[in-house]
């Protein structure tokens, strides 16, 4: 497949170096770059089809954290309301049970993509992961279900919207949560329990691609409601060549790991 079919060029021309420019500005601006219809129709809908056809052997994942979801943080001070539920429930697709000559596969393994990510996120050697479980996962949000409060541990995260649900599955946003002095965990109690002023929510539309820095940033994406389920792309990069993710890692997201 011509990943370049999926992608409008015309609206988005990666090998321009005005457009990675502007948003590598943007990004450090605002700390999330969102390029709204950068799918082309028919590409989007391959690639949810693709996600719609593997989520049968996808892992459900559904757990409930006092607290927020993030690593090496120190934990809020005993009994303080930083500490409530915060529940993630969702359908996690690994990148084997994809079509490897398909749509999803073919576009994350594009390099004339792999460069733009890299110019954008002042990464001018950028390689793509070779995991082949968690380098290009899918997530699907069906009813009720969330991506709980979380920050961070990776410098950004590329994601593609494939698909809207219905209602909810909002990405909600609390900026400079974390800070050199650590976490603020009284705009975290807020956030967990719903009464935060501070939260943002940009618009995400199917087609779009996202860049977002989140660890300063608390996130989440709200309950979806209705029977269309929120799908998402998600694309792994790194520093170094050959990049693998550990065995805990793969057990998390997919309940299972690669073979020895």
């Known amino acids: 497949m011509n990943p370049g079919a999926l992608v409008d060029l015309d609206r988005y021309p990666l090998a321009d170096p005005e457009l990675a420019r502007s948003c590598k500005a943007t990004l450090e601006r605002d700390n999330v770059l969102l390029l709204h219809d950068f799918l082309r129709p028919g590409g989007r809908a391959a690639m949810a089809a693709e996600v719609m056809a593997g989520l049968p052997r996808s892992y459900r994942r559904d757990r409930t954290a006092m607290g927020i979801y993030t690593y090496g943080a120190p934990n809020a001070p005993a009994e303080h309301p930083a500490l409530g539920p915060n529940r993630s429930a969702q359908a996690i697709l690994a990148g084997d049970l994809i079509p490897e000559d398909g749509a999803i596969w073919s576009l994350f393994k594009w390099d004339a993509l792999t460069a733009f990510v890299g110019a954008v996120t002042g990464c001018p050697k950028l390689y793509r992961s070779a995991d082949p ?8 949000l069906g009813r009720g279900d969330q991506h709980g409060w979380h920050l961070d541990d990776n410098d950004f995260v590329v994601s593609l919207l494939l698909q809207e649900p219905e209602s909810g599955g909002r990405f909600e946003v609390v900026s400079d949560v974390r800070t050199e002095a650590g976490i603020d965990f009284d705009r975290v109690a807020a956030a967990l329990a719903g009464t935060s002023s501070d939260i ?3 618009e995400l539309r199917a087609g779009t691609l ?16 209705g029977g269309r389920s929120r799908l998402i792309a998600l694309f792994s990069y790194d520093r170094r060549p050959g990049m693998m993710f550990p065995r805990e890692v793969h057990l998390g997201a997919f309940g299972r790991t690669l073979a020895a």
Request: proline content about 7%; some cysteine; charged content about 20%.
């Open 210 to 225: 996202s860049v977002f820095r989140g660890q300063r940033a608390l996130h989440r994406v709200s309950p979806v409601d």
């Open 200 to 202: 943002v929510r940009p």
């Open 133 to 140: 479980l968690a380098s290009c996962t899918m997530t699907a």
